[in-house]
């Protein structure tokens, strides 16, 4: 159970589950940390507003994907977005706000340690989902590997159609796998206000394109000098 849900007893839901089929259910789920730093790595700034994701037009995309929702077999949608929430939490309340004027779920906790992560949160909500749910169809936009590569390609072992969104540069665990779909995030339709300043290797012109470094060289050296003595 999580705090969407709203029985008072999780031992009656199990019973009243087993008595009847479980709703079929599409569910995005959205790892804020991870596409907020990966989304600096690949256009080398510190994102603006414009270069922000709109999750209006995500949220439209979505729910499109599920098809007509007057038709029998019409799964739930459900979109949930996790955050880390530093102390001081700035303009971070507005952005929460916005998520849920759009229909999004935000989980958030607080991050008082660098390394705090949310990752075993989005686990255990999407272990929940199968649980009270048919999942039918999941999209993760997360470009880690590490912790979603594993449990997102047994999903799809049993059954569940699997779509990991994220940036081609920092998604090899999702382009590479034979069972996991993957879309860039800049195809999703109208993600983005303008086109981002990057260089995708996955969509290059013919004649090639430089790609620019994301740091200068001489702070590079400056850190490597610092780290290495």
């Known amino acids: 159970m999580t705090d969407l849900d709203e029985a008072p007893d999780a031992a009656l839901e199990d019973e009243s589950l087993e008595g009847r089929a479980r709703p079929a259910l599409d569910l995005l789920i959205w790892d804020a940390p991870n596409i907020d730093m990966t989304l600096s790595t690949v256009i080398g700034a510190r994102p603006t507003a414009a270069s922000r994701p709109r999750f ?24 949930c977005v996790f955050a880390n929430i530093p102390p001081v939490v700035g303009t971070l309340q507005r952005w929460v706000e916005a998520l849920r ?71 090899g665990y999702a382009i590479g796998s034979d069972l996991l779909e993957f879309i860039d995030i800049e195809d999703v339709p109208g993600a983005f206000a303008v086109p981002l300043d990057r260089v995708r290797l996955d969509a290059l012109p013919p004649d090639g394109a430089w790609l620019r470094p994301t740091r200068s060289l001489r702070e590079f050296v400056s850190s490597y000098a610092r780290r290495n003595g």
């Open 101 to 171: 004027s759009f229909g999004f779920a935000v989980f958030a906790r607080p991050k008082t340690q660098p390394d705090d992560d949310i990752d075993q949160d989005m686990l255990d909500h999407i272990a929940v989902r199968q649980h009270s749910h048919r999942l039918r169809r999941l999209v993760v936009f997360s470009g880690d590997g590490r912790n979603f590569a594993e449990p997102l390609e047994e999903l799809v072992r049993q059954g569940t159609q699997v779509t990991v969104v994220a940036f081609s540069e920092v998604a």
């Open 56 to 79: 209006d037009a995500i949220a439209s995309w979505f729910v499109d994907g599920a098809g007509n929702p007057g038709a029998p077999d019409a799964p739930e949608v459900e979109a």
